[in-house]
């Protein structure tokens, strides 16, 4: 789920249809079959809150009816949205990374990987904080992808062109092998 970006085009499709006095609007969950839909129900918060409270609803408001619906503090939800790198409403980002094969990157070869690394590495950080929360699992460990998939998109192609047979065999033998598990 990315509420950063579902948040930010939400709020001005409910203050347009506000200040049109339309009554019926529809909020729907779009994506691909590799998140399970609750994990999105913290976006959809933003949608409702603005049907019960009008314009007068607040960002503060979201993350507070969010975090009653999901049990997903603020800053675990900020974390999440970490995985599109705050690039508005691509997908291709995380899941490029994800699911791109190391040996062929693309999706993402335009990506600072050094700026990847961090950012998904803070996101880490914050996810490793909440052991005892359900998704806990799910989130830690497709960060833990994603990051090494950003050090290999980093490296393999440039320690390749420069023969570096150390690094290829090591990862061959190792990295593939962790990356696989």
């Excluded at 409702?48 to 603020?74: F, L, R």
């Excluded at 570096?164 to 696989?180: C, G, I, M, S, V």
Aim: charged share 25%.
């Amino acid at each position: 789920p990315n509420f950063r970006y579902t948040y930010d085009s939400t709020k001005p499709a409910m203050e347009a249809a506000i200040d049109h006095n339309i009554k019926t609007v529809i909020a729907t969950l779009w994506g691909g079959g590799d998140v399970d839909h609750f994990k999105a129900l913290d976006g959809l918060c933003a949608f409702s809150e603005y049907c019960y409270k009008g314009k007068e609803c607040t960002e503060d408001d979201v993350y507070a009816a969010a975090t009653q619906i999901s049990g997903q503090p603020k800053e675990f939800i900020d974390a999440v949205s970490e995985y599109y790198l705050g690039y508005i409403g691509s997908v291709r980002i995380g899941t490029g990374f994800f699911y791109a094969d190391p040996m062929f990157n693309l999706l993402n070869y335009d990506v600072d990987y050094d700026e990847a690394i961090k950012r998904y590495t803070n996101a880490l950080n914050v996810i490793e904080k909440y052991k005892t929360h359900k998704y806990y699992t799910y989130y830690s460990s497709l960060f833990k992808v994603v990051i090494e998939k950003a050090r290999i998109f980093k490296s393999l192609r440039k320690e390749y062109k420069a023969g570096n047979r150390e690094y290829l065999f090591e990862f061959a033998d190792n990295t593939l092998p962790k990356l696989r598990r």
